[in-house]
């Protein structure tokens, strides 16, 4: 029988269903509209699919990830800036974190990932404060798919405020040398390679209420590193806030710190 056409939808599918289940899909070779496509999931860590279409008829097994069956789903607070929009958590599949980590020079338990369901290429990073108490989702177009959509970004708060996105490093937490960056990979990639506390603004601007979250959490020493195109303006929040703290320094990058080869960015790390 031939491949599917899309055999990374059957095995996203197949991670997220326990020992027993069945579910169905729109098969990804004839496009039956019926659903006609089943995959069960089997006792030893594969999933078996068949097509019941009699002109396709596809059918074969995907490896299950152990462990890879998702969690109680979650389902996502209230947009912020955003109406019309619903939807529900589910663990991120093994296919994609794995290749999430390999991308980002990660470990496969770093990637802090849900994902709204099955075949989606958008992403639910948790933000988390300094506390560890998560605050919001930032829901992000996956960065291992092309044509991302304007925004690529939209915020899911768990509460009532808004924080930065904290990522301590693998070792002791150290908040009081924070490197602050634009956005939540950048933060996390940067904390597993090197002995720094990492925090992300969600966007270019350092407001009189992250000062305040920053104090809170005992820091007073701050590296600012924007992407590239920012560079101007990390200079400019030098000058706002460098006096709030012991040191506050602009880190100067060529490319953002998540798309760094990992020996340039290990050496930029170091001269922090």
Not at 20 to 31: A, D, Q, S
Not at 56 to 75: D, F, L, N, R, S
Not at 155 to 176: H, V
Request: aromatic share 8%; proline share 8%.
């Amino acid at each position: 029988m031939p491949v599917p056409l899309n055999i990374v939808e059957i095995q996203a599918a197949a991670d997220r269903l326990r020992p027993g289940e069945t579910c169905r899909l729109v098969c990804p070779e004839c496009n039956d509209p019926e659903r006609s496509l089943a995959i069960t999931r089997r006792e030893f860590h594969e999933a078996a699919y068949v097509c019941f279409r009699n002109s396709c008829g596809i059918k074969g097994y995907v490896y299950v990830q152990p462990g890879a069956a998702a969690p109680e789903p979650h389902t996502l607070p209230k947009p912020e800036g955003f109406s019309g929009f619903s939807g529900t958590l589910w663990g991120l599949q093994w296919t994609r974190a794995l290749a999430l980590a390999e991308r980002f020079d990660l470990e496969v338990e770093d990637i802090p990932g849900h994902i709204l369901d099955a075949g989606y290429p958008w992403l639910a990073l948790p933000i988390r404060d300094a506390e560890r108490t998560l605050t919001a989702y930032q829901l992000r177009w996956s960065w291992l798919e092309p044509n991302p959509p304007i925004p690529k970004t939209k915020l899911f708060l768990e509460g009532s405020r808004r924080t930065l996105a904290w990522y301590p490093p693998r070792a002791a937490w150290k908040p009081e040398r924070v490197l602050l960056v634009e956005d939540c990979m950048s933060a996390l990639r940067a904390s597993r390679h090197a002995d720094i506390t990492a925090a992300a603004l969600l966007g270019t601007q350092l407001t009189a209420a992250h000062v305040q979250e920053l104090h809170a959490a005992g820091t007073a020493h701050v590296v600012l590193a924007l992407d590239p195109d920012a560079l101007e303006k990390a200079f400019e929040l030098a000058k706002q806030w460098g006096p709030a703290f012991r040191s506050f320094r602009v880190l100067a990058i060529e490319d953002d710190i998540k798309d760094l080869p990992l020996a340039k960015l290990k050496r930029l790390l170091a001269s922090i």
